[in-house]
């Protein structure tokens, strides 16, 4: 992967802020639309879950690749695991958000690994979702392109 542009920023409760620095990424490098809208709302819940249901510390990197983005969103509590990430549905009475099974719903690649700083959500968006899938390189899911 060849990085062509590198954001770094501290989560914090300010999501407007996130969302604006994100959505400035993404464009950057090269989504459009609704992909682009796909990525700013996966980062917003991924920042969420941090902030309700991790450490609320962390950091939020985007880096632009020669065919999208990947952002990581590291929580320094470690809270989530793969196995949130594979057991993540909608709850139809609504006891539960439902922003792990969104996050995977939008991003072309989503994954998950364990460091020695705590948890670090990888989530990958393509310009082009037709073509082929990308390895995450550790436990996630990869979306098929569309047909």
């Known amino acids: 992967m060849s990085v062509q542009f590198e954001l770094r920023c501290p989560v914090s409760d300010d999501l407007a802020f996130i969302r604006d620095l994100v959505r400035v ?21 991924a920042v969420t ?22 952002v990581e969103i590291l ?9 949130h990430l594979a057991t993540a549905r909608i709850d139809p009475t609504g006891a539960h958000g439902f ?3 969104v ?18 959500l990888s989530l990958h968006l393509r310009r082009d979702p037709t ?3 990308r390895s995450l390189g550790h436990s996630g899911r990869e979306r098929q392109p569309a047909r």
């Open 25 to 45: 990424s993404g464009r950057h490098a090269g989504l459009t639309g609704e992909r682009l809208d796909h990525l700013v709302l996966a980062v917003n819940e």
């Open 49 to 70: 879950n941090v902030l309700d249901h991790g450490g609320a510390v962390g950091l939020v990197t985007a880096r632009g690749t020669h065919e999208g983005i990947t």
């Open 75 to 83: 929580d320094l509590a470690g809270r989530l695991s793969a196995d």
């Open 99 to 101: 922003g792990l099974w």
């Open 103 to 120: 996050i995977q719903h939008l991003c072309d690649g989503v994954g998950l690994e364990q460091t020695g700083l705590g948890s670090l």
């Open 131 to 133: 073509t082929g899938v």
